[in-house]
């Protein structure tokens, strides 16, 4: 069995959240990832793979992504920084690195500002303190009527590709198999109730933690552009940036291995990795792959 693979549920305030889990046993420390926009949590299994040894990363489908439960109280700021919350509470681990990635990273951010005892670290992957425009030219995507289902898989990545997608191998990742061939996790109505949700200026809460804090972000990123990054630091004390020549928004996929680095670094510089027993130091476990 590939245990970085294994779903399970988590059981929080009545709901069954599935999470991706990557185990490590009681004493490793523990990562929630929180995926974006059309995501889910196995987005995160190359993540898991390569600080396998060093920490647990849990990583939920959060409300409208993967195979979440329907919910009927919407899906803006406040619910998703509402589950994530009792997210980490129902652990029961203590402190958490909370690490998100784009919406996720804001929700991460949000968490921190407003939950400060349930975080120990922050990791926020391509995202700033604002998601508008003019800072953002393009803060959400017009998926309205983008195809559910197909045939096979290759015909579901043509039908996306035709609506100017060149690669849709991040969207796919939210496809699956059915009776009548594949089908989206994902429904387009609401990615668009999800995306107008993030839309804002969320400075005061970038600012409101004093944790902690790595700012990972895609040279090549549209939704992080080098100035708002430039601001983050600026602003926010405590707060580390690494930047990854050749990769845009989704760094986890366009670098993973730098990616990683960084994060065991970063993890390690704040003694936020296991102790070896009987020697105190951080264990590294084979490091990244």
Request: charged fraction near 25%; proline fraction near 7%.
């Amino acid at each position: 069995m590939d245990l970085l693979a294994e779903m399970g549920t988590v059981l929080v305030e009545g709901r069954r959240v599935p999470v991706m889990d990557s185990g490590g046993g009681a004493r490793a420390p523990v990562m929630v990832a929180l995926h974006g926009t059309f995501g889910r949590g196995a987005i995160f299994r190359r993540l898991a793979r390569d600080l396998s040894g060093l920490v647990r990363v849990i990583a939920p489908d959060q409300r409208g992504h993967g195979w979440s439960e329907p919910v009927s109280d919407g899906y803006g700021r406040e619910a998703f920084v509402a589950d994530a919350a009792a997210l980490i509470r129902a652990l029961g681990t203590g402190p958490v690195v909370l690490y998100g990635h784009s919406l996720g990273g804001i929700t991460a951010y949000q968490v921190a500002a407003r939950h400060p005892e349930l975080v120990s670290a922050l990791i926020v992957e391509d995202v700033g303190p604002v998601m508008r425009r003019p800072e953002v030219p393009h803060p959400t995507l017009d998926v309205r009527g983008w195809p559910r289902r197909a045939g096979t898989r290759a015909e579901l990545s043509e039908l996306i590709e035709r609506r100017g997608v060149p690669d849709p191998s991040y969207f796919l990742q939210s496809a699956v198999p059915d009776e009548d061939g594949w089908r989206m996790l994902l429904d387009w109505d609401v990615m668009m109730e999800v995306q107008r949700g993030g839309v804002g200026d969320w400075s005061a809460d970038w600012r409101g933690s004093s944790c902690p804090a790595l700012l990972l972000r895609g040279e090549e990123s549209t939704l992080l552009p080098a100035a708002l990054a430039d601001r983050m630091v600026a602003e926010r004390p405590g707060t580390e940036r690494v930047d990854f020549p050749g990769a845009g928004h989704w760094v986890h996929d366009d670098a993973p291995v730098a990616l990683a680095g960084a994060v065991t670094a970063f993890l390690r510089d704040h003694g936020l990795l296991r102790a070896t027993p009987g020697t105190g130091r951080a264990h590294a476990g084979d490091g990244p792959a």
